[in-house]
T-cell receptor, first 112, second 112 residues
């Protein structure tokens, strides 16, 4: 079935380290978003990236739609980067309906 | 420009009680969505609307009703709350189906 898988499920980083989070999806997509859910539960839009590469400060993302994956890079991590990172996609196929399908998330803890 | 707002932020209900959650957006978006997030999981779509006066079922619609009488507002109703509806509820909006979705701050609902 259609699905979104994120890896790794958990990540512990020392402040200043770099990391890569991965999102694999099972079918063609017309929307892919990365979110950061902070410890207070807020969902913060990081990137809208159905294809290509984008950068925003210390964060960047790349989606290779033909190979059905997206990567989120965190460089020089800070304690405020802690939280859960979600990848969510809207699949092209009609059976998927009109929704974002969320991956299971990557829980990131950045230690000082 | 407030984006997407939700009221209330927190609510505790007894089993069998009813309530309405309000979502408002000031971005003139056509599409609006209600999601729920259970502990340790990603979000799942409850209901959505593709325009004023229209609503449709999402992935987990049972026990909920919705209305979209005005373009900027999307209401989620629980007619007879059950403990299984304890969750965090997020509203989102987008200009079109394939466009970036913007999320509200969430409503934490506990049903005892």
């Amino acid at each position: 079935g259609i699905q979104v898988e994120q890896s790794p499920p958990d990540l512990i980083l020392q402040e200043g380290a770099n990391s890569t989070l991965r999102c694999n999806f099972s079918d063609s997509v017309n929307n892919l978003q990365w979110f950061h859910q902070n410890p207070w539960g807020q969902l913060i839009n990081l990137f809208y990236i159905p294809s290509g590469t984008k950068q925003n400060g210390r964060l960047s993302a790349t989606t290779v739609a033909t190979e059905r994956y997206s990567l989120l890079y965190i460089s020089s991590s800070q304690t405020t980067d802690s939280g859960v990172y979600f990848c969510a996609v809207s699949f092209r196929i009609k059976a998927a309906g009109n929704k974002l399908t969320f991956g299971g998330g990557t829980r990131v803890l950045v230690k000082p | 420009n407030a984006g997407v707002t939700q009221t209330p932020k927190f609510r505790v209900l007894k089993t069998g009680q009813s309530m309405t959650l309000l979502c408002a957006q000031d971005m003139n978006h056509e599409y609006m969505y209600w999601y729920r997030q259970d502990p340790g999981m990603g979000l799942r779509l409850i209901h959505y609307s593709v325009g004023e006066g229209t609503t449709a079922k999402g992935e987990v619609p049972d026990g909920y009703n919705v209305s979209r009488l005005k373009k900027q507002n999307f209401l989620l109703g629980l007619e007879s709350a059950a403990p299984s509806q304890t969750s965090v509820y997020f509203c989102a909006s987008s200009y079109e189906r394939t466009n970036e979705q913007y999320f509200g701050p969430g409503t934490r609902l506990t049903v005892t």
